[in-house]
C-alpha cells in the first residue's frame, strides 16, 4: 500500500464523514439561531426551551436523510471492500 492509497482512503474518509454529519449540524444550527432570535425577541431565558425543539428538528432531519445517508455509507464501505484486493500489492 502507498502512501498516495493511504492519503485518498484517509481523503474519502473524511468526504464521507462530513457528508455524514452536515445535514443533522445544519438543521442544529438552524434551530439554534431561530430560537435564539425568538429568546431574545421574547426575553425569555429559558435554556430548556431551545433542547426540545432543537430535538425534534433533529429526529426530522434525520428521518428524511437516513436512507441517503445509509446509501452513502454503504456505497463507501463496497467500494473500500472492492478495494481490498489491490491493497496487497
Known amino acids: 500500500m502507498t502512501p ?4 485518498e482512503l484517509g481523503r474519502q ?3 464521507v464523514t462530513i457528508l ?10 438552524i434551530a439554534g439561531v431561530l430560537i435564539g432570535v425568538f429568546q431574545a425577541a421574547t426575553q425569555i431565558q429559558d435554556m430548556t426551551l431551545s433542547f ?3 430535538l ?9 436523510t437516513a436512507h441517503w445517508m445509509l446509501g452513502l455509507l454503504v456505497d463507501y464501505t463496497r467500494n ?7 491493497l496487497g500489492n
Open 80 to 86: 473500500l471492500f472492492q478495494m481490498i484486493p489491490g
Open 20 to 29: 455524514l454529519g452536515a445535514p443533522l449540524l445544519i438543521s442544529a444550527l
Open 13 to 15: 474518509a473524511l468526504i
Open 56 to 64: 425534534i428538528v433533529l429526529i426530522i432531519a434525520l428521518g428524511l
Open 52 to 54: 426540545i425543539p432543537k
Open 4 to 7: 498516495d492509497t493511504v492519503i
